[in-house]
């Protein structure tokens, strides 16, 4: 096709950098103001919610329809594909488009926080709140910087863009993508697409994710050690606090560094036993009254992390298989499947159930056993794997189902998303790169990483900041899908110059 971008004259690099700076003096509160609406609203997955037009839930659906409002107060034309992804449009001079996707929904807050999870809080140039890093803030930022182009057009001091921008509300990110799923079986690829939910300088590629089930053998709950046992708060994240029912006298149980034991009171005692039989389809057996149950509580309290980044987390479930092996509270098929739990959390890269590989474009794989449950008499498991192009999604499941059989369990995949690779040298990717150069004064590399962004459901896209792992934050301040979450203003603002620079570099490609 003829070059559009070729027929129009872009504003001078100096000029754009002057009203980047301009816009950020006039509109920083405004944008801090915008982030705090969205985080206000806990858009976390409820399927046992969803009705028409809010497919996941509430929470997703008043978080869609209010970065929708945002953009349509801004002069955008948007639309609401019924509650699974929205859109807002910045008509150029053709129909080729070129594409910003991030995600209004997050996972659930969880325990550990000390600040309001869903309204931001200004703490030392930080914000707090959920979706402040991923990835409400980011939207908000990459947003506003589609909007300063619209108003230099507005002003006269860029012309119409060749392309038209459009950008790309999802609902759905942290439990599946079906939002993407949806928007592709409904509407073209944009040309290209970049996601502000990952880190800076640019990604070029993502490893594959497999996520898999664990499940234990049949445990009968009148007759096993363990009536509860539960962790986590989301597949993709190692988990912070786990916490387990195990017939044990509290007072007994030896101390340890992260678990907290206390004993269970005999009508709470009582009520957790009744549940469990009702779940397991059983009477209550002979002894659970509450003068005769002897229950201990038991909770560990890790560090959470992403999946993408394990190693900077602790296993609460780790913790807590090991402490009940450790101390003799559980044996025959019911300890077999607590030391398969155990050596799943006891090593991010695999090594300690030998699934450990490597390969030239992501390094390492990891794993994390991110979110356990108790489901009448059978305990379950969720397992998320980072993995490189050396292995691949079914061969990890056969070995991890080997594993589960052993126990006499079983292993199912659930999820499986080959590795996403593009060309690091390709135009779209050297202008996201120049601009985070120019932004920055660095001299960046682009990178691969662990994370599963939106950008690997598209044809031609890559993930784009604005984190920047190296930098370090203070110790209060949380990451990502932990409690505490928080980002730097600075960073924000940065992002914002980066983002601003990456349209007009975009614009003056041939596509």
């Known amino acids: 096709m003829e070059n559009e971008s070729a027929q129009v004259k872009m504003p001078a690099e100096s000029l754009l950098e002057q009203r980047i700076q301009e816009y950020l003096d006039a509109h920083w509160e405004e944008v801090v103001a915008d982030i705090d609406a969205l985080v206000r609203v806990p858009s976390f997955d409820d399927r046992s919610a969803a009705a028409e037009g809010a497919p996941y839930g509430p929470g997703p659906r008043a978080a869609l329809s209010a970065a929708l409002d945002l953009a349509k107060r801004m002069g955008f034309e ?33 325990p550990g926080w000390h600040f309001e999870p869903f309204a931001v809080t200004r703490k030392d140039g930080y914000l707090v709140g959920r979706g402040v890093i991923d990835d409400k803030g980011p939207c908000v930022v990459a947003l506003h910087a589609m909007n300063l182009w619209r108003a230099l057009q507005q002003a006269g001091e860029a012309p119409q863009l060749p392309y038209t921008l459009r950008f790309i509300f999802g609902a759905n990110e942290e439990t599946g993508m079906g939002d993407v799923r949806y928007y592709r079986a409904h509407h073209a690829d944009p040309a290209f697409l970049f996601t502000p939910d990952a880190e800076f300088p640019v990604c070029y590629g993502e490893k594959g994710i497999y996520n898999g089930l664990l499940t234990s053998a049949n445990l009968p709950v009148e007759t096993r050690s363990v009536i ?76 959470s992390a992403h999946a993408s980044l394990p190693e900077s987390g602790v296993s609460a479930i780790g913790l807590l298989a090991n402490y009940l092996l450790k101390n003799r509270l559980v044996e025959g098929q019911e300890r077999a499947y607590f030391r398969v739990v155990a050596d799943i959390a ?4 695999g090594t300690a159930i030998n699934l450990a590989c490597t390969d030239e474009h992501f390094g390492e794989l990891t794993i994390v056993a991110g ?14 794997v980072r993995y490189p192009t050396s292995v691949t ?70 993930s ?16 990502m899908h932990g409690p505490d979450e928080a980002v730097s203003e600075d960073l924000l603002k940065e992002a914002f110059r980066i983002y601003a620079l990456t349209i007009g570099k975009l614009m003056q490609l041939d596509f």
């Open 78 to 110: 948007t639309h609401d594909d019924e509650g699974y992804v929205g859109y807002a449009d910045f008509a150029g001079k053709t129909d080729t488009q070129l594409g910003i996707i991030g995600h209004m929904d997050v996972v659930p807050a969880g």
């Open 228 to 303: 509860l046992f539960e962790g986590g708060t989301a597949i993709n994240a190692v988990p912070g606090h786990a916490q387990a029912v195990v017939w044990a006298d509290a007072e007994k149980l030896p101390a340890a560094e992260g678990i907290a034991i206390e004993p269970v009171q005999p009508a709470e005692a009582a009520r957790l036993l009744a549940d469990a039989a009702s779940q397991a389809g059983v009477q209550p057996a002979p002894g659970w009254s509450a003068a005769d149950a002897h229950l201990a509580r038991i909770v560990a309290t890790g560090r």
């Open 346 to 349: 006891a090593s991010t890269d």
């Open 371 to 384: 979110f356990a449950a108790t489901k009448g008499n059978r305990f379950t498991q969720t397992i998320d």
């Open 393 to 462: 999604g079914d061969r990890l499941n056969g070995m991890l189902d080997a594993l589960a059989q052993a126990c006499g369990g079983s292993c199912a995949k659930t999820r499986d998303d080959v590795p996403f690779l593009v060309d690091p040298e390709s135009p779209e990717i050297q202008a996201l790169l120049s601009s985070y150069n120019l932004a920055t004064g660095e001299d960046a590399r682009p990178f691969t990483m662990g994370g599963g962004t939106y950008a690997r459901e598209f044809s031609r896209a890559a």
């Open 464 to 479: 784009f900041g604005p984190e920047k792992p190296w930098v370090q934050a203070p110790a209060w301040a949380g990451s």
